[in-house]
């Protein structure tokens, strides 16, 4: 059996390079006559960048078991390495960077089975500079561009004051229909992670604020070092390595 579980992952990893949409359907394919404790050993034998490749074929309309059956930890290491798979219409368009990194995100946290999950992912994802960078992309707009009347409300919603009294959506999902609020609207992945990990929306909020920067200059100062992360974490065997001087424009 172990030699199985190895071939499979080699096949994959395999065709992986020369065509990750082809790897996504092949494990796809196999994955329909194994156990899901099989494919967890499958994933496990493979490298971050075939993980990587395969993950970013998907999205919340086109799931991969895959996504499902990764651990907090695995995602979070493609979430680092995604960067360098950016067309440069991402990298160098802020709308497009936002709207590219909330679907990622969207899908990750928002496919998995159960709450427990979801809130080990955004932790695990919160624990990394470059993960919390990422995670923070499609919320940057919204938290410091400003908003217009009609969005008051619900940006209230959001305001965590300095006496940590949480304001609004102790129910996400009752709140996301009395707002109106769809899946792909940003606000409203902002109140699942409130509500899942709220030490993990405050670092987002903390974070974003502590720039002092115009939102749109951020987002390309964020871009740039994302890619410039994911290749040092590619040269480095300890995927702990310190990163606290990548990020140095915070300051």
């Excluded at 967890?40 to 996504?67: A, F, R, Y």
């Excluded at 940590?164 to 229909?177: I, N």
Aim: charged share 30%; aromatic share 6%.
């Amino acid at each position: 059996m172990n030699s199985l579980i190895e071939i499979t992952a080699a096949e994959i990893q395999e065709l992986a390079n020369v065509e990750p949409k082809q790897a996504s359907k092949r494990f796809e394919l196999i994955a329909s006559s194994m156990s899901d404790d099989q494919l967890v050993e499958v994933i496990e034998k493979m490298d971050i960048v075939t993980l990587t490749q395969i993950n970013s074929q998907h999205d919340i309309s086109c799931p991969s078991i895959m996504s499902e059956l990764m651990t907090p930890e695995q995602i979070r290491d493609i979430v680092c390495q995604q960067p360098l798979y950016w067309e440069e219409k991402i990298k160098s368009n802020a709308e497009e960077l936002m709207q590219h990194t909330f679907d990622f995100m969207t899908y990750l946290i928002r496919i998995q089975d159960n709450e427990e999950k979801q809130t080990a992912i955004l932790e695990c994802l919160a624990e990394d500079p470059a993960a919390l960078f990422y995670l923070s992309i499609p919320f940057i707009e919204l938290i410091l561009g400003g908003t217009s009347s009609d969005d008051d409300e619900i940006n209230d919603t959001f305001d965590d004051e300095a006496d940590e009294e949480t304001v609004g959506y102790s129910d996400w999902q009752a709140d996301e229909e009395a707002h109106s609020l769809s899946i792909d609207d940003p606000r409203s992945l902002l109140a699942l992670i409130r509500d899942r990990a709220p030490n993990v929306e405050k670092a987002i909020k903390n974070m974003l604020r502590n720039t002092g920067s115009d939102w749109q200059l951020i987002i390309s100062q964020f871009a740039s070092e994302l890619v410039i992360q994911a290749k040092e974490k590619n040269q480095v065997t300890d995927e702990y390595a310190e990163v606290d001087d990548m990020f140095s424009f915070l300051d």
